[in-house]
């Protein structure tokens, strides 16, 4: 069975260094995040191996803390980093095994690794922004 919004509601008011694993659990389409209680801090989202084709700065917006993302083996066609300017802890993004074509490029001032590894693009996507991500170690680009 697939699914295509995750909430999360309830008493999360308290909860430090969350984990949200949803890998291998079904995520179809577009992913739609919702979190009802907005003060819960979300360090580590993982949604890898799952069929999320897509996403928007929607699904990212009530996870300031967030630290970690895996969306890792996935359908992910397009690839905006814009849809993460909240996320200003945003330290580790794995996109690897994707689908991705395309890269609109915006600057992640504080990511320490990138993976865009294994994905279907023509030519490999460099962006100008790139440069400006001084805390940068790691840039997966294998094809």
């Known amino acids: 069975r697939f699914f295509d919004r995750l909430q999360l509601r309830g008493n999360l008011e308290n909860v430090e260094n969350f984990l949200v694993h949803l890998g291998n659990h079904g995520v179809f389409g577009s992913v739609k995040i919702q979190i009802l209680c907005p003060?819960?801090?979300?360090?580590?989202?993982?949604?890898?191996?799952?069929r999320i084709s897509g996403f928007s700065i929607s699904e990212f917006i009530y996870l300031p803390d967030?630290?970690?993302?895996?969306?890792?083996?996935?359908?992910?066609?397009?690839l905006d980093f814009s849809v993460f300017i909240f996320n200003e802890d945003l330290e580790y993004l794995d996109l690897s095994h994707n689908n991705i074509l395309k890269v609109y490029c915006q600057t992640l001032a504080y990511l320490r690794h990138l993976d865009l590894s294994f994905n279907n693009f023509t030519a490999l996507p460099i962006c100008q922004e790139f440069?400006?991500?001084?805390?940068?170690?790691?840039?997966?680009?294998n094809l």
């Open 66 to 78: 967030l630290q970690v993302l895996n969306l890792s083996h996935n359908l992910i066609t397009e």
């Open 39 to 50: 003060s819960s801090r979300f360090w580590v989202l993982d949604l890898s191996h799952n």
């Open 131 to 141: 440069g400006n991500m001084f805390h940068l170690e790691y840039l997966g680009l």
